[in-house]
């Protein structure tokens, strides 16, 4: 058992003055149990904790740190800019500058506004939405996540009822209900739903791979479906690339299945690890947004300086590294096939599933994964001591079985395999 003496201390501390002990929740390991470790550093593809115990980073900061842990060139951008100054709420060049790199990858996004978080993005999406089609309910997918906005914490309704419900106190029946809830990979709850509420639907807001639930991708031809179900409905598709954008390839998933969004939400890897959200599309939707449209969405630290910098260095390396995705791709799918084939040989029932350097692996005895209720029957408990032998052996993954793990371009053949060993130890160490 590695010593966290420092972390449980820590952590009795934090609890004393912040909600929870933790700035947001899933850091807490309610899901798995135990004390959260307390991180003091990270490099490369290693991060420390305060006890002085190192592990291979799976989490990368939830998914920003595609380049690892403190990048130099991230890190040499950063410390430049503050030099000049930390946040002058004024327009600076560097912004426009990330702007155009987005656009520039993603040409579906022919405007984009910078924010400082995924929720901000996706919040100012759907009134964005709401306003160009003068319409009030959207549409998301049981299982997904769009950050903690009230119209997002919606759970699905009863039975007939096809009006969401709250998931969250605080969130009132009235915002629930103009969110529907669908279910993933079915076409056919998406058109029920626009059946019974044809002209009320402004969007469909969607991860068009899941990974808040654990990896989830698309069957065939369903992102397509949505795609001309919105069109044919007047309502508009919303493709939040918050975790996918530069995750799974440099124009995100809607690069790989060639699918037009009307908006896309952006987060993570633009900001390399500093408070980098941004939502774009089509020039006439996008020009309703304020100062030049009534579509009000402002923020204080909205493009900062720091923060852009540090994206902006990031998709830099990024684009300048031609083989950056095809390298990412070869390890993750040696780290997914290695743990496919343990599980096989140790007869635990696992599905793995993955897409460029993002995975899951789900200790669930279905066949595949294709929604939220696959996911759900994962065995979580096993879960539970899974990561807790991971992490004594130095490998530190979610602390939750609905998570995707990442791996980052600076992970080595050898941490796959010190990753791989140490899961068939800990799967042993469990079943013994
Ligand atoms: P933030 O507000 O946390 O920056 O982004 C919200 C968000 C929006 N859309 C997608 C697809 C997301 O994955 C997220 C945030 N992802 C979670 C990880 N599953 C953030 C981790 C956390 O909540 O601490």
Redesign the pocket.
């Known amino acids: 058992m590695k010593n966290i003496v420092k972390s449980r201390h820590a952590f009795e501390k934090a609890k004393a003055v912040i909600a929870g002990g933790v700035n947001?929740?899933?850091?807490a390991f309610k899901s798995v149990g135990g004390t959260p470790v307390f991180i003091q550093s990270g490099k490369g593809a290693k991060i420390l904790d305060i006890d002085g115990n190192t592990y291979i980073d799976y989490v990368a900061s939830?998914?920003p740190l595609i380049l690892g842990n403190a990048n130099p060139d991230v890190i040499c951008a950063v410390s430049k800019t503050m030099e000049k100054g930390l946040s002058f709420g004024a327009a600076t060049e560097q912004e426009t500058e990330l702007a155009e790199m987005i656009i520039s990858f993603m040409p579906s996004i022919e405007l984009v506004r910078l924010v400082s978080?995924?929720?901000?993005?996706?919040m100012s999406a759907i009134r964005l939405a709401r306003a160009y089609t003068k319409r009030d309910m959207i549409v998301k997918f049981d299982g997904?996540?769009?950050?903690?906005s009230d119209s997002f914490l919606i759970a699905a309704g009863s039975g007939a009822a096809t009006c969401g419900v709250p998931d969250s106190p605080g969130v009132t029946v009235s915002t629930a209900s103009n969110t529907l809830l669908a279910n993933f990979n079915d076409i056919d709850s998406v058109n029920n739903l626009f059946a019974s509420h044809k002209d009320r639907i402004a969007a469909v807001i969607m991860?068009p791979v899941m990974?808040?639930m654990g990896v989830i991708l698309p069957q065939k031809g369903f992102l397509e479906s949505v795609r001309q179900i919105t069109e044919t409905n007047g309502a508009l598709l919303i493709f939040?690339?918050?975790?996918?954008g530069f995750r799974v390839a440099s124009g995100g998933v809607q690069k790989i299945y060639g699918i037009k969004p009307d908006l896309t939400?952006l987060?993570?890897i633009i900001g390399g690890g500093l408070a980098v959200?941004a939502f774009g599309g089509r020039k006439d939707i996008m020009q309703m947004i304020a100062p030049d449209g009534p579509v009000y969405q402002a923020g204080t630290l909205s493009g900062n300086p720091l923060a852009v910098a540090a994206g902006l260095a990031t998709l830099k390396i990024i684009k300048e590294d031609c083989d950056f995705y095809d390298r990412l791709e070869e390890k993750t799918s040696r780290l997914a096939k290695g743990l496919c084939d343990l599980c096989k040989e140790k007869n635990v029932p696992a599905v793995v599933n993955r897409i460029g350097s993002m995975l899951t692996l789900f200790f669930t005895s279905k066949v595949t994964v294709n929604n939220a209720h696959d996911a759900r029957s994962v065995d979580k408990k096993f879960y539970a001591g899974y990561f807790h032998q991971m992490l004594k052996r130095g490998i530190y993954l979610p602390p939750s079985p609905f998570?995707?793990f990442f791996v980052s371009s600076v992970h080595t053949e050898d941490h796959i395999n010190q990753t791989i060993n140490a899961a068939s130890e800990a799967i042993s160490a469990i079943k013994s």
């Open positions: 947001s929740p899933v850091r939830w998914g978080s995924g929720t901000e993005a996706t997904a996540y769009h950050g903690h991860e990974g808040n939040d690339e918050v975790m996918s939400t987060g993570k959200g998570e995707a």
